[in-house]
Nanobody, 122 residues
Framework: QVQLVESGGGLVQPGGSLRLSCAAS????????MGWYRQAPGKERELVAR???????NVTDSVKGRFVISRDNAKNTVYLQMNSLEPEDTAVYYC????????????????WGQGTLVTVSS
């Protein structure tokens, strides 16, 4: 059984910072791409940032220069450092990963975390 567990959300004032973490656990053979998505109230879920197993990143334009995605392959963990937060960043943030579990014919599956709420407000 593979699962993603997120942490680090909360309430922050505009201009502040938060760091989200997402740890993958279970019987894992390999983790390929990992990323963060977000869903604001009344809006569709959107990509925030992704990172390959080799460290290549892709960050959506609205957060470029403010958010940084990174990962620690030894810990099966992906991070999202969010700086200069704006009220428009308020959303539930979801971790996503493409994982090859053991014992399933080495096929890749997509996994999602449960989501963590980030609220940017004064």
């Amino acid at each position: 059984q593979v699962q993603l567990v997120e942490s680090g959300g909360g309430l922050v004032q505009p201009g502040g910072s938060l760091r989200l973490s997402c740890a993958a656990s279970g019987t894992i053979f390999r983790i390929n791409g990992m990323g963060w998505y977000r869903q604001a109230p009344g809006k569709e879920r959107e990509l925030v940032a992704r990172i390959t197993s080799g460290g290549t990143t892709n960050v959506t334009d609205s957060v470029k220069g403010r958010f940084v995605i990174s990962r620690d392959n030894a810990k099966n963990t992906v991070y999202l450092q969010m700086n200069s937060l704006e009220p428009e960043d308020t959303a539930v943030y979801y971790c996503n990963a493409n994982i090859i579990p053991k014992y399933f014919g080495l096929r890749e599956f997509e996994y999602w975390g449960q989501g963590t709420l980030v609220t940017v407000s004064s």
